[in-house]
């Protein structure tokens, strides 16, 4: 019927414009590695920040005793403690507790903001038991990992540079956030020096490092995404300080914020983007990662409903509705393995309250999954294959030289959980590369590893030791 040719043609005009062959994501992978460089050369010189972290050295696994860490970076802050026993016994005894953020809070003031976090943690503060240890006379000391971009002047100090991910609290701008919090903390009666501040990506990075020597970036794909990796000193030409001992320093890329003319976009992306909290801004962010995912999907059954009637005569009004239909829900169908695509037709149902889908239409939808989390994962594949050029990681090692294992580790809720879009990233990684070069490459989910990650760097940065 008329109906279904019109569906048909919106999704085949998606399919085009979403189409992301090997040679487009050599072209992104290329333009990735470009910007990093340009970020690398001059503050300012590239969409890409390329920020510097003041991590010139990744945990040794001699770190000892007990540290805190506190997560921020989503819709969801996580507050950890752990004991650690050095070389041998490593990690002792963890405990951590996940707290979700009233979304009022996200949008409301600083103090109302840090006020919750500091009150949550002195809670768990306050639950401390068995099988953890301050030495006398310490003070306790905390990893904080913040995700969002941050201009570091120190490792435990740094300025909001922008929110992102649905946080917008204007008065935050600029502010060292390391401040904001210790005196929250001080506000909630709670003695505790935060040691390092870091990010998502970092933490993982220096978590991953930890149980494997290897690991020279990590990609975070959750609600945003972002991703850090090990530069040398002296490739960081906009890096005036005295060189580090080690020679290295990590890189937070804030890759999210990438964009590049090869990047294939839609009309539903460039809508999402306008209406978005930060129009122009994180556009890779906003095709790859969690918090979009789903809300592109919403905007393109809307355009079905809207141009071939595809769920009856009149509009489902729920469909309007920006952000109703999350990414878990998007994997929850996309992942429906029943004849009937039941849970596609209930997901619908409830969400949406579109009801009496045929099979027909319950399978168009998946295919529309396929489109949107497939050009997610190849682009995702593509930026981590820059990073790959960038260290030169991406070919065969010459012959006679040593193999080199490189591993990169990955965490967030969209990696882990949206099977079809991890082992669609993967594959694509070993597509780009070959199958000889990807031989060495390994893509290692380090779940946690941020959590674990910035206790470490509390610990290396201890004022103790
Ligand atoms: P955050 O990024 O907020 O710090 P996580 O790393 O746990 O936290 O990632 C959470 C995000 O991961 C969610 O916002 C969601 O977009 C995505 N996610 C969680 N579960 C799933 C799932 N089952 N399928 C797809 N995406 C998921
Ligand atoms: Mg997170």
Request: with cysteine; glycine share 10%.
């Amino acid at each position: 019927s008329g109906r279904w040719a019109r569906a048909e043609g919106v999704v085949r005009e998606l399919e085009e414009r979403c189409a992301s062959p090997a040679g487009k994501l050599r072209q992104v992978a290329d333009a990735m590695t470009v910007e990093m460089h340009a970020g690398l050369a001059s503050e300012g010189g590239s969409k890409l920040k390329m920020l510097i972290s003041y991590v010139d050295n990744l945990p040794t696994g001699d770190e000892q005793g007990l540290f805190y860490a506190l997560d921020l970076g989503g819709t969801n802050f996580r507050v950890m403690r752990v004991q650690l026993g050095g070389k041998e016994r490593r990690v002792v005894k963890e405990e951590s507790k996940e707290v979700s953020i009233p979304p009022h809070l996200m949008v409301g003031s600083s103090d109302e903001l840090f006020d919750f976090i500091a009150a949550e943690l002195a809670k768990f503060v306050a639950s401390e038991g068995e099988g953890f240890h301050l030495s006398v006379g310490r003070q306790r000391e905390l990893g904080f990992t913040f995700s969002f971009p941050v201009r570091q002047t120190s490792i435990a100090s740094g300025t909001l540079i922008k929110w992102t991910k649905g946080f917008s609290i204007e008065e935050t701008i600029g502010e060292d956030v390391v401040v904001e919090l210790t005196k929250a903390m001080e506000r909630q009666g709670l003695d505790m020096r935060v040691a390092a501040l870091v990010n998502d990506t970092i933490g993982t990075l220096a978590g991953g490092r930890y149980y494997d020597n290897d690991v020279v970036a990590a990609v975070i794909l959750g609600t945003g995404t972002n991703a850090a990796y090990v530069e040398r000193a002296h490739a960081i030409p906009k890096w005036h300080g005295l060189l580090p001992k080690s020679g290295e320093m990590v890189i937070n890329m804030e890759w999210g914020n990438f964009r590049s003319s090869h990047i294939p976009l839609t009309e539903y992306d460039q809508a999402l983007d306008v209406e978005s909290l930060n129009p122009g801004e994180q556009i890779f962010e906003k095709i790859i990662s969690g918090m979009y995912l789903g809300e592109i999907l919403r905007r393109v059954l809307l355009k079905l409903a809207e141009e071939a009637a595809f769920f009856g005569d009149s509009i489902p009004t729920k469909l309007k509705i920006p952000f109703i239909l999350r990414t878990p829900d998007m994997s929850a169908m996309h992942h429906d393995t029943s004849s009937d695509l039941r849970v596609v037709g209930n997901k619908l149902k409830e969400i949406l309250g579109i009801s009496g889908t045929s099979l027909k239409a319950r399978k168009l939808v998946i295919y529309i999954c396929d489109i949107i989390a497939f050009r997610g994962a190849r682009l995702s594949a593509a930026g981590i294959v820059g990073i790959l050029k960038k260290l030169g990681r991406d070919t065969v090692a010459s012959s006679g030289s040593e193999k080199q294992r490189t591993v990169i580790a990955m965490d967030g809720g969209l990696f882990e959980h949206y099977t079809k879009f991890s082992q669609c990233l993967e594959s694509t990684v070993k597509e780009l590369l070959g199958e000889e070069a990807a031989e060495s490459v390994v893509i290692k989910l380090a779940n946690d590893g941020s959590g674990i990650g910035a206790a470490l760097m509390a610990a290396a940065h201890s004022q103790y030791t």
